[in-house]
């Protein structure tokens, strides 16, 4: 019975596109929407994943890397004091006004204060040496690839920032934010675009240790420490989850995303539903007559589950193939998509379970596979 499905699905192939189809289509939208959410919501810790720093020292109750209040510069003496950790340096963040050369009106751009080291630790993975070089220079700026017609300036080019005068001295890819623009400058550049008098020390210290893996109980010891003011620790990984986390169920624009995912899977549902009643409706005089030479109801629904199972596979390979071009498209012109292990298979059981439901609602239908009908 097993193989009478898959020789149904072929030689009657053109009966069951249409649900091949919809399926399809559905995993696709399935698909495209994680990554768009995994990228999207993904940059949001961006400063975190893109840099080398393996504890990250902030104020207490920070929600996002872009909430953070500055600490006391002292904090340094103490983390440097830990025989695990390895190097220490400052993170400043700004919150700038940019006003650019050609009239585009105000944006609001997130400067990033790193050291310009060779071996500083900031963004150490999606800036290049040559460029972090060159931020040791005065007032010089680098700025995202994609943010340029945004910010209307150029390599070379003048721009202000809070009424200060900065230059673009380079261009870089994978730095794009939400609700914003990421600027890169060094810790001095930064301190002249702050107009808050008041934030004398850095946003957060990070810091590399000497053993990666022991990330985590370095923190919850640099946690206990009060001498120096109200800060405390996150390991990286943890502080990145904390900033997806806090804007995609915190912000409510989570909630919006995984409102259509649900809509998504019940229009498929139903779609691919109609079609496979349709053909099986289409083949019930075909299962009216194996239900007279003796094949049962249980048998029968056998089938029409093995087609759904075959369904949903050929519609999921379909899917993931235009997924994966659309996504290469999409990463070429600055789309954050983004598409890991745990979230390709959350979208393989997604799909497969719209093809189970549907397969349930078809098999109602056989209920009209009565060996009576063959006489009418």
Known sequence: MVALARKTLVYEWRRFLPAMLAVGFAGLLQLLQIALVLGIFGSTSLYITGSSADVWVGYPGTQSVSLGRTIDA????????????????????????????????????????????????????????????????????????????????????????????????????????????????????????????????????????????????????????????????????????????????????????????????LVGAAITSQTLIAAVNGSVREYATLNALGVGVGALRKVVLEQAFWVGALGLLGASALGILLMLLARSQDVPVVLNVPSALACIVLVMGLAAVSGLAAMRSLRRADPATLLR
């Open 74 to 265: 002292d904090v340094e003496s103490r983390l440097l004091m830990d025989p695990a950790v390895q190097q220490v340096e400052p993170y400043l963040w700004v919150d700038g006004d940019w006003r650019g050369p050609r009239e585009t009106g105000g944006v609001s751009v997130f400067v990033s204060g790193i050291d310009p080291a060779a071996d500083a630790l900031m963004f150490s993975r999606v800036l290049a040496p040559a460029l972090r070089r060159r931020l040791a220079e005065p007032d010089a700026i680098v700025i995202d690839r994609s943010a340029m017609d945004q910010l209307g300036v150029g390599i070379g080019q003048t721009a202000t920032i809070n009424g200060h005068q900065v230059r673009v001295i380079g261009i870089s890819r994978g730095l794009r934010a939400l609700g914003g623009v990421n600027v890169l400058c060094s810790l001095d550049t930064a301190r002249r675009l702050d107009n808050d008098p008041a934030d004398l020390g850095p946003t957060y210290l990070v810091a590399k240790l000497r053993d990666p893996t022991q990330a985590d109980a370095v923190a919850i010891r640099l946690r206990g420490d009060t001498a120096f003011g109200p800060y405390t620790a996150w390991s990286a990984a943890d502080f990145a989850n904390i900033s997806v986390r806090y804007w995609l169920f915190d912000t409510g624009a989570g909630a919006g995303v995984l409102f259509l995912a649900g809509i998504v899977f």
